[in-house]
């Protein structure tokens, strides 16, 4: 699998000293999440981000990338895929961390919906492990076999219609049951996005993470 790539920003003050790195949902890009990084480097100033484009063009439309086909939904194809994804995933935050000459543990991860698949399952299992995993609107796709415990902020809309709330209240309980220190926020009337509550939490949970 090639070697990702995407939109980067920051850090707002050099040099960097930490590294933030966004996936992005199924169907979009690294630039659909790469505005973020304004939002929160005003907390986080020697912050830099990265937002890989998905490995694979999005096999459902024209346009877009994903990190694994979901044409296929039984749970040994999505288990099959993002671990593949996961694994390139990984290869890229290894080598923006060589770049920024940062250390192991200097980084956090986000997600959004499929990107908080990948994020999850390469966060939780795969060395370096992240500082924080901040996951809006997804799902734990497999359970089972989590060997690294970062914290993790699981933000979910109440109203979301593509991926269940309760989706999130599930990986919520199966974190909580392997000894992953977790936190979530279940935003009313919210669809399938992100709200400026769900941007404030994220924001200050990446201090919190740092500050540790």
Do not use: K, N
């Not at 080598?95 to 399952?121: C, I, K, N, P, Y």
């Not at 919520?172 to 935003?187: I, M, N, Q, T, Y």
């Not at 669809?191 to 919190?208: F, P």
């Amino acid at each position: 699998m090639p070697d990702l790539d995407g939109p980067r920003w920051g850090p707002r003050e050099s040099p960097a000293r930490q590294l933030v790195v966004l996936c992005h949902g199924v169907g979009a890009d690294g630039h659909d999440l790469i505005d973020l990084a304004p939002h929160w480097s005003a907390t986080m100033p020697h912050a830099a981000f990265a937002a890989p484009d998905g490995p694979e063009p999005y096999d459902m439309a024209p346009f877009g990338r994903q990190w694994f086909s979901l044409a296929d939904r039984t749970p040994a194809r999505l288990a099959a895929g993002v671990a593949v994804a996961a694994e390139s995933l990984m290869r890229f935050v290894r080598a923006e961390l060589a770049r920024l000459g940062l250390g192991e543990t200097d980084w956090a991860l986000m997600g959004f919906s499929q990107g908080v698949m990948t994020a999850l399952h390469a966060g939780l299992r795969l060395a370096p492990a992240p500082r924080l995993i901040l996951a809006y609107a997804g799902a734990l796709l497999v359970p089972t076999g989590i060997t690294q415990h970062p914290r993790v902020l699981l933000v979910h809309g109440e109203a979301d219609e593509v991926v269940p709330p309760e989706r999130s209240r599930q990986a919520e309980s199966a974190l909580r049951d392997s000894g992953v220190p977790v936190e979530s926020l279940f935003c009313p009337g919210l669809g399938h996005g992100i709200d400026e509550a769900g941007l404030s939490m994220g924001a200050l949970e990446l201090q919190r993470a740092f500050a540790a």
